[in-house]
């Protein structure tokens, strides 16, 4: 379990929090998570949201520095905005003494490790990374996933599964939605089939093939002179 994990399951939270790393889709999902468990009762109020390049370094520490409207605290949520790949020194003085209402999260692909404010945060925060998943995890995710809708997969339809929807986990969730739905849908068909059984039938019907292997697909289709596909 993770520290965010932990902190999320014993509901004692850090001041300042750096999610990093590749896996956007965990990454920002914890950290809209936190978020959500610091104001529960969506106070708008007393929640800053910035997202992208643009943010002006000054405006959230201004509005870091406003107390929090009939409320234990202010949250702010800076999200995949660069700030840990360029100089932010406004940040970095200030992440060193925050205030005892202000929690800052910070949701990053990237961060250098030679910048200040990278620095202050490991040193004043909380920081973890999220890694891309290997095959072998997103098999056991979705294998959980299955296993709770009462289906189950084959070794070859699994391999088939992460072929066709690769290993990014935004897309690995949207196309594992839409496979469920299908196979609860009465119009599949399961005629001589378990119909708790994922198939290659099931994956070839509803989930679109990654780009690089509708390319592939495109280039035999040139080879074999076959225009209209």
């Known amino acids: 379990m993770g520290i965010v994990e932990e902190d999320l399951k ?16 965990l990454r920002n999902g914890y950290a809209h998570a936190l978020a959500k468990a610091l104001i529960p009762d969506g106070n708008s109020m007393n929640f800053n949201h910035y997202v992208g390049e643009n ?4 405006e959230v520490i201004s509005q870091a520095d406003t ?7 202010r949250v702010i949520l800076i999200e995949d905005t660069g700030i840990f790949t360029r100089a932010a020194n406004d940040l970095a003085d200030y992440v060193t003494h925050l205030p005892e209402y202000l929690v800052m999260i910070f949701s990053e692909e990237k961060i250098n490790a030679t910048y200040r404010l990278t620095k202050a945060v490991k040193k004043n925060g909380c920081v973890e990374e999220y890694k891309k998943r290997t095959e072998e995890q997103l098999s056991a995710q979705i294998l959980t996933r299955l296993k709770k809708e009462g289906r189950k997969i084959r070794r070859q339809t699994m391999d088939q599964l992460l072929q066709m929807v690769g290993t ?27 119909p708790d059984e994922i ?12 780009p690089e292997d509708r390319i592939f697909q495109m280039i035999d289709e040139i080879s074999f002179r076959h225009q209209k596909k």
Not at 55 to 58: I, L, Q
């Open 10 to 25: 014993n509901k004692k939270f850090h001041q300042l929090y750096l999610l990093y790393g590749e896996e956007g889709y």
């Open 55 to 58: 943010m002006d370094e000054r």
């Open 67 to 73: 107390m929090p409207f009939f409320a234990e605290r």
């Open 168 to 194: 990014d986990m935004t897309n690995v969730h949207n196309e594992m939605d839409k496979l469920m739905s299908y196979v609860m849908s009465p119009d599949r068909p399961t005629a001589g089939k378990d």
């Open 199 to 210: 198939t290659e039938e099931d994956l070839n019907t509803i989930l679109a093939p990654e």
